[in-house]
């Protein structure tokens, strides 16, 4: 089933890699706080309650004012990762976002929990899919969205030492590990993750895609086609210099991502090449509400798998 | 055109005030509220634009609790302990920035460049811009959530700061006011403090008449929060109201104002939401506030 031999069958909730790290962190720098939206749960924030009780601050079913209580938090001092689903951190508190923390200039990571279509046969309300394109809007917020448990637990990391305003996706439906074993660090913010050096195409992928790219990548090279991997972390400011390059040295580029394709990863990378270097592509997302059916279904619906990128990679060498 | 403040030249010790009697200290607050009211005439005249109505209303307010109550000078402007003064109604910056001006934070003749292009006096406040702003406001219902954040700090952290927000009457028709009230009152935050300017106008009408809003006591205490309904303009019970024992709960003051209050023709009248004086008009009313 798995043709990338760096691709293994076992797969992670990202969100138990985040709040173990959470935890350390919070051991590590009193100032770090979680405010969350009756989510102890679903953000998995039970650890973190039983060890930092005064530190979960539960603001219930209120997601602007969550936000905004952070934001006086960040004032008072501390650095509060805001923990709530995807659809209603970024649907519910926009214009909290843009004031209370980018415009602030509040050093709180947004934890936008279980995104893309986690939330599966829940239905298009519950799935997050516009986040991106609502979130690259906002200047002087920083979009990550990492695409394993290692990379979640180096751009936790990251965050706090930054002291930037952060939205960072973290993933729910399980996914392969997908940082190569000789890495450092699993994210270097800003700067994207390249694996291969094919000449024939370039698969720029992000979050859950990752690791699809990865299989698609083994499935073109069977068939003799040369593709790299753009593991894209950081949305938002984008990585324009290896993108650039991967439009310079192959002959065309997919880009695979579980959202809209207004506004997200995909027109990112199309504005930049648009300036730079215009080049072929292709681009992959979710294009209508989601039909009822699981993440896995609905991925497939969507031709966001493995099968789906190499089928479109292959169109644009061919 | 400059700003003149003080016309007798004999400006007042306003960083003494907070050590005053309760009783000389309402009247040295009432003398500068008219000076921040002359101060915001001038400078709406000058960038003739900006919020004259609410501006006026909730001046003494705001005065009282910089002035008379709060921890809040420039010297302690990055004191993680300082106390929190939050201005939820943004639009109302020009009450605000003379408040800042005449507590030191910058240079009074500042206020001239209100609004104008690169001005660090943006039409809606701005933390990164100016020193004692503590919240970017502007869209209303953003202030009172900041607050209780800010107030939950104060208990986590042991600093003990005090927060006061103050909102309009009308904002508190977005929603998030009251989902902030309920998490106040479920902390039980008596270190949180809301003064509602209650001039019972909003920009296109009365609030009574858009969606109402009483009764507005009923609707706080049943929120959990201690109420103090005073007259807002008045400078003794707005002293009184901020120093009272708060039973372990919020308080909400609601000062009922009269929108545009100190200026007759401007008083009590909706088109004066936003609207500016004629050059005439400004005379009368610097002349009403000598």
């Known amino acids: ?318 | 055109m400059t700003i003149s403040v003080w016309p007798d030249n004999k400006p007042l010790d306003v960083a003494a005030i907070r050590d005053l009697p309760e009783g000389e200290r309402a009247e040295q607050l009432k003398l500068v509220a008219k000076q921040v009211r002359r101060l915001i005439v001038q400078m709406i005249d000058i960038a003739r634009a900006g919020h004259i109505g609410g501006d006026l209303s909730v001046t003494d307010a705001l005065v009282t609790a910089a002035f008379g109550v709060l921890n809040i000078s420039p010297e302690t402007a990055d004191d993680p302990g300082r106390d929190r003064l939050i201005l939820s109604k943004g639009h109302c910056a020009a009450a605000l920035y003379s408040v800042l001006a005449l507590r030191g934070f910058f240079p009074i003749a500042d206020l001239e460049t209100y609004m104008k292009p690169l001005s660090k006096l943006n039409g809606h406040p701005n933390r990164l811009k100016v020193k004692g702003v503590e919240a970017n406001t502007g869209p209303l219902g953003h202030g009172l959530p900041i607050a209780v954040g800010s107030a939950v700090a104060s208990k986590l952290s042991g600093k003990n700061w005090q927060t006061f927000v103050f909102t309009g009457d009308g904002e508190l028709q977005e929603g998030s006011n009251w989902e902030a009230a309920m998490t106040a009152a479920h902390r039980k935050l008596d270190n949180l403090v809301v003064i509602v300017d209650r001039n019972r106008l909003q920009q296109g009408a009365r609030t009574e008449d858009t969606a109402s809003l009483d009764p507005l006591g009923d609707k706080w205490a049943s929120f959990g929060w201690e109420v103090a309904d005073i007259d807002g303009n008045d400078t003794a019970a707005l002293l009184k109201a901020f120093t009272q024992n708060r039973d372990g709960k919020p308080l909400v003051v609601i000062a009922n104002t009269l929108k545009g209050k100190g200026v007759s023709f401007i008083e009590d009248r909706v088109e004066w939401h936003h609207k500016v004086p004629s050059k005439e008009q400004v005379e009368l009313a610097l002349k009403e506030l000598a």
């Open chain 1, 1 to 318: 089933m798995n043709a990338h031999s760096s691709v293994s069958n076992e797969t992670f909730d990202c969100r138990v890699a985040f709040s173990e790290k959470l935890i350390a962190l919070a051991e590590a720098d009193p100032r770090i706080v979680a405010v969350c939206n009756d989510s102890v749960g679903s953000s998995n924030l039970n650890a973190f309650r039983d060890r930092f009780p005064d530190r979960l601050i539960n603001v219930g079913i209120a997601e602007q004012n969550m936000v905004g209580v952070a934001a006086g938090l960040a004032n008072g001092g501390f650095i509060p990762f805001v923990c709530a689903a995807g659809p209603f951190l970024s649907g519910r508190a926009t214009e909290q976002v843009k004031a209370d923390v980018a415009y602030s200039n509040y050093g709180i990571v947004l934890c936008a929990m279980s995104p893309g279509m986690a939330y599966g046969e829940l239905g298009p309300t519950h799935h997050s899919i516009e986040d991106l394109s609502w979130m690259r809007a906002i200047d002087n917020l920083d979009v990550l969205v990492p695409a394993d448990p290692e990379q979640t637990k180096a751009a936790m990391d990251w965050a706090v030492a930054s002291g930037r305003p952060i939205y960072m996706r973290v993933g729910r439906h399980k996914v392969p590990s997908v940082t190569p074993a000789d890495r450092d660090v699993a994210f270097t913010f800003g700067k994207i993750d390249v694996t291969g050096d094919g000449n024939d195409v370039a698969l720029v992928a992000t979050g859950t895609l990752v690791s699809r790219a990865l299989e698609a990548q083994a499935i073109l090279a069977a068939d003799g086609i040369a593709a790299r991997v753009l593991n894209v972390s950081t949305i938002k400011p984008l990585d324009a210099e290896t993108i650039i390059k991967a439009a310079k040295e192959t002959k065309g580029l997919v880009i695979a991502e579980e959202g809209v394709l207004e506004g997200g990863l995909g027109a990112a990378v199309a504005t930049t090449l648009a300036e730079n270097h215009p080049a072929r592509a292709k681009f992959l997302g979710v294009t209508s509400f989601a039909p009822t059916g699981s993440t896995d279904f609905l991925l497939e619906h969507f031709g966001l798998t493995a099968k789906g990128i190499a089928d479109a990679a292959r169109k644009l060498v061919g």
